[in-house]
């Protein structure tokens, strides 16, 4: 099993537009997607479409919540959140012809210590038939910034691997506590602000990935978007790219390939193929116009002619 770890969930609303945005008027949305999101709530549907059990955890609030929690069942995934009082965000995604995506991200409630504890104090129990965890996304308001380093650690101190995928403080002080986590995603934004170098070539990226590596982190995975991924690890540095395509919806792709790199992880594929495995899922995530989705077929189709090198 893998547990999925969201603690700032989402009800992600996509609205796909006919014509391109122009703010300050009024414009009708051509169509309208909901779905339970949050960064790890894609990394768990995806998972699940690869074929393994999930749990999903976190916090969730008010009716939100309950259509959230509804939502996941729906997909197949075991609930399992901390409930709250405040109400789940919602984060918005408008594709248009002209800007592509944009979106509006909520900062979501705010969680008293109390919530947090009592989170805390469960998480064991929550993780405990899990061999995997990820742990995605940004955290709400009354959730203090080392949270992700705690979780890393009790995750580790009962033998599971851990990938975490966030940024700013939240990933900085993760990096400096003494149990790192087992695999990181940062994009190339977030390993400036990690290492105050913005990578400009694939050159730098290679560097701060290997500095990364150096760290303690078994495996650093960075983002090229549709240029694949590149993996520092233990092997050395590995690069991978999936043929060209014309992507539908790129939001959710990054969590895509967090979700097939757990699926990985929990199937102990070699580095070599845990990356082709993961820019072929991202990849194909591409192409479906929900975020936490791809279709079988269309993996098929990319995963032999994805390059690596
Ligand atoms: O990566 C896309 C996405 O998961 C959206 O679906 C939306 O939920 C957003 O990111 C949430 O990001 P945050 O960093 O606030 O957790």
């Known amino acids: 099993m893998i547990t999925t770890v969201t603690l700032n969930a989402s009800i992600d609303k996509a609205y796909y537009m006919s014509d391109a945005i122009e703010n300050g008027t009024v414009m009708r949305v051509r169509e309208v997607r909901n779905v339970a999101g949050g960064k790890g709530l894609n990394v768990a549907k995806v998972?699940?479409?690869?074929?393994?059990?999930?749990?999903?955890?976190?916090?969730?609030?008010?009716?939100?919540?309950?259509?959230?929690?509804?939502?996941?069942?729906?997909?197949?995934?075991?609930?399992?959140?901390e409930h709250v009082s405040g109400e789940?965000?919602?984060?918005?995604?408008?594709?248009?012809?002209?800007?592509?995506?944009?979106?509006?991200?909520?900062?979501?409630?705010?969680?008293?210590?109390?919530?947090?504890?009592k989170f805390m104090a469960r998480?064991?129990?929550?993780?405990?038939?899990?061999?995997?965890?990820?742990?995605?996304?940004?955290?709400?308001?009354?959730v203090a910034k080392n949270i992700y380093g705690e979780l890393v650690r009790i995750i580790r101190e009962t033998g599971k691997r851990v990938?975490?995928?966030?940024?700013?403080?939240?990933?900085?002080?993760?990096?400096?506590s003494e149990m790192k986590p087992n695999m990181i995603k940062p994009n190339k934004d977030e390993i400036e602000q990690i290492t105050?170098?913005?990578?400009?070539?694939?050159?730098?990226?290679?560097?701060?990935?290997?500095?990364?590596?150096?760290?303690?982190?078994?495996?650093?995975?960075?983002?090229?978007?549709?240029?694949?991924a590149l993996l520092a690890c233990d092997d050395g540095v590995l690069i991978a790219r999936p043929p060209k395509l014309e992507a539908v919806n790129t939001v959710g792709c990054g969590d895509a390939m967090t979700g097939a790199f757990a699926v990985a992880m929990s199937r102990n594929l070699r580095p070599d193929e845990a990356l082709r495995y993961a820019v072929a899922v991202s990849a194909a995530s591409a192409l479906s116009p929900d975020t936490g989705d791809f279709a079988p077929?269309?993996?098929?189709?990319?995963?032999?002619?994805?390059?690596?090198?």
């Open 123 to 142: 998480f064991p129990e929550i993780i405990r038939e899990s061999s995997v965890v990820t742990m995605s996304g940004s955290a709400p308001r009354g």
């Open 163 to 176: 990938i975490l995928d966030t940024s700013g403080e939240y990933l900085k002080l993760a990096l400096l």
């Open 196 to 228: 105050g170098i913005k990578p400009k070539t694939l050159d730098d990226v290679k560097g701060s990935a290997i500095l990364l590596h150096e760290t303690g982190v078994e495996f650093v995975v960075v983002s090229l978007g549709s240029e694949g």
């Open 47 to 81: 998972a699940h479409i690869c074929g393994e059990e999930i749990k999903v955890t976190g916090f969730v609030g008010g009716f939100n919540g309950q259509w959230l929690e509804s939502m996941a069942a729906n997909a197949g995934l075991i609930t399992d959140f």
């Open 88 to 117: 789940t965000r919602s984060c918005v995604n408008i594709l248009d012809p002209k800007f592509g995506s944009t979106e509006y991200l909520e900062p979501g409630f705010e969680l008293s210590p109390e919530d947090i504890a």
């Open 297 to 309: 077929k269309n993996f098929d189709g990319i995963f032999p002619n994805v390059k690596i090198f």
